[in-house]
């Protein structure tokens, strides 16, 4: 094993400490095993990892009775008009543009979750989080706190001026704008409105500095690069870290190759050293993340073998509630692949669960296992475009080395260098004796 060795550096500190700064796990097991695989580190919700070895502890070996993490959608409506032309959900929202989950509906779908042994609760869509009353003022992420969920909300921002974010970061959520400028004219030009970025910065500021006041969950951002923004990306990490936001995410547009502009040759040719000025501005305060594949790659095929895992994970662990019919009832999704029922989408399958009651939309949830008509091994060999392969390999050998959480473990995390990472994208059983080489803290 030693010609074999694993070089790297543990990772100490708590869900924020650590947050972005590993790329592997070390799973032991109750029998000394030792697992290295790489991880999920595109987190969104700092303490995940808690998260995931509670909940996997807790399966037992069974499947789960509901999901570990809850992509709630809680309306179809945005501010935004487009998002560069690049926004997933255009299609569907267009046809039920207000569509939303009803207050008490939303209350209930939540409730529900937690009573089975839900984790973490993200605000997402769809159409923009903040657009719905109860997350605009904070309410839906109190109660999700009252009931022991971990939250985020992932939000463009246009309404964050209106919204009370001061009861959402009390709550200790983990709020995440989407900047997608740094003046006001591109993020007109991007988003088809007519917020103005200055205001957008000024109280994205003061969300920054009363998270760290009171001692709560860092503010983050996200950039989403388009031929309209993408020279504005240096420029916005560089105004978000001035401000306090704690982490920066670069992302690349996913989905169809139809939904992405082209970029033309300039501009791929300077996105390298606009990125690398980015990632020069990682510090401990200001977390930096950039994509690692190229803004025009197509998007990675389950049909086609990308993805090396035994089941859709993925579908296994999280699910999508969005708006239904009515305000009383919720769509429950296979995945954010397959919101709005699939609507755009090269192949579409249908929802789990059409009109769920949202007081017990999970026994549904847990009833697809049984009765979909695509079992969670055949998706892996079904769907034709994913965006979680990162998840799903990692989760396909955990599930594996731990027995679907029968056998116990715990989790430390490490930082590899790029040789030994590429080892252990598969996952390798490891002698901690002699096959690791981990400097200390």
Avoid at 8 to 23: D, S
Avoid at 403 to 410: C, D, E, L, N, V
Wanted: net charge negative.
């Amino acid at each position: 094993m030693a010609a074999d060795r694993l070089t790297g550096r543990l990772v100490p500190g708590g869900p924020w400490e650590r947050f972005g700064r590993y790329n592997a796990y070390h799973v032991v097991r109750d029998d000394g095993a030792a697992l290295v695989v790489r991880a999920h580190a595109g987190e969104l919700v700092p303490g995940s990892t808690e998260d995931l070895v509670a909940f996997l502890s807790g399966l037992g070996g069974a499947l789960p009775r509901g999901p570990m993490t809850l992509e709630l959608d809680p309306t179809y409506a945005c501010a935004s008009v487009s998002c560069g032309e690049v926004c997933f959900s255009a299609e569907y929202r267009a046809q039920r543009p207000r569509a939303s989950i009803g207050s008490e509906a939303l209350r209930q779908a939540i409730t529900a979750f937690a009573a089975a042994g839900g984790r973490v609760l993200r605000f997402d869509g769809g159409g923009d989080p903040l657009l719905h009353p109860d997350v605009r003022s904070g309410a839906a992420v109190r109660l999700g706190a009252e009931l022991g969920l971990r939250t985020t909300i992932l939000t463009s921002g246009d309404l964050l001026p209106a919204t009370d974010w001061r009861a959402v970061v009390d709550a200790d959520c983990y709020l995440r704008v989407s900047l997608n400028a740094h003046s006001t004219p591109v993020r007109r030009r991007v988003h088809g409105n007519k917020v103005d970025m200055d205001r957008l910065w000024h109280v994205l500021a003061r969300a920054c500095e009363h998270a760290r006041a009171v001692g709560r969950t860092p503010v983050g951002a996200t950039f989403l690069l388009t031929p309209d923004n993408y020279a504005e990306v240096a420029l916005a990490a560089r105004r978000a870290r001035e401000i306090g936001v704690s982490h920066f995410s670069v992302r690349r547009v996913l989905g169809p190759d139809a939904l992405r502009r082209p970029f033309d040759p300039a501009a791929r040719a300077a996105l390298p050293e606009l990125l690398q000025e980015v990632a020069e501005l990682d510090a401990d305060a200001f977390r930096v993340f950039v994509p690692a594949r190229d803004v025009a790659e197509s998007d990675l095929s389950p049909r086609a073998g990308d993805i090396a895992a035994t089941s859709c994970w993925q579908s296994v662990f999280k699910t999508v509630l969005e708006p239904a019919a009515g305000p009383d009832d919720v769509r429950v999704q296979l995945c954010g692949r397959y919101r709005g029922s699939g609507v755009g989408q090269a192949m579409q399958l249908p929802p789990l669960a059409a009109d769920a009651d949202p007081a017990t939309w999970d026994r549904a949830w847990a009833r697809s296992f049984e009765v979909y008509p695509v079992s969670r091994p055949d998706l892996i060999r079904t769907c034709v475009s994913c965006i979680d392969r990162g998840f799903i390999q990692m989760m396909d050998r955990l599930v594996a080395f731990t027995a679907m959480g029968a056998r116990p473990f715990t989790i430390e995390h490490l930082w590899l260098d790029p040789e030994s990472l590429a080892r252990c994208e598969p996952g390798i059983v490891v002698d901690d004796d002699a096959g690791l080489a981990i400097a200390p803290a």
